[in-house]
């Protein structure tokens, strides 16, 4: 079994940054692909940016591209999501979330096994 333990959440301010980050522990993990996706009240659950083992790869939502980066640490089975230039919009409860098998498309919510518990991010005007 694999935890995942999101942190960094709170209140922000429009324009602002905030950093989450997301622990893995548990059974040896070396999960192909980490992803953090959010939701937002009365919203669906959405993608925000993924990034694979080798961190040579990594994929955004059209609405965080160029605010938001993704990274890991795979020694330390941590994946961060530093977030910039904030707007009210990113209001939501962000989740991290990993695969335990090999998918070509980052966005699938579905291809994810381990999902954290949730952070949330409140975003002020």
């Known amino acids: 079994q694999v935890q995942l333990v999101e942190s960094g959440g709170g209140l922000g301010q429009a324009g602002g940054s905030l950093r989450l980050s997301c622990a893995a522990s548990?059974?040896?993990?070396?999960?192909?692909?980490m992803g953090w996706f959010r939701q937002a009240p009365g919203k669906e659950r959405e993608f925000v940016a993924a990034i694979r083992w080798s961190a040579a790869n990594t994929d955004y939502a059209d609405s965080v591209k160029g605010r938001f980066t993704i990274s890991r640490e795979n020694a330390k089975n941590m994946v961060y999501l530093e977030m910039n230039a904030l707007k009210p919009e990113d209001t939501a409860v962000y989740y991290c979330?990993?695969?335990?098998?090999?998918?070509?498309?980052?966005?699938?919510?579905?291809?994810?096994?381990?999902w954290g518990q949730g952070t949330q991010v409140t975003v002020s005007s």
């Open positions: 979330a990993a695969m335990t098998t090999f998918w070509p498309i980052l966005r699938s919510a579905a291809r994810y096994t381990y």
């Open positions: 548990g059974r040896t993990f070396s999960s192909p692909a």
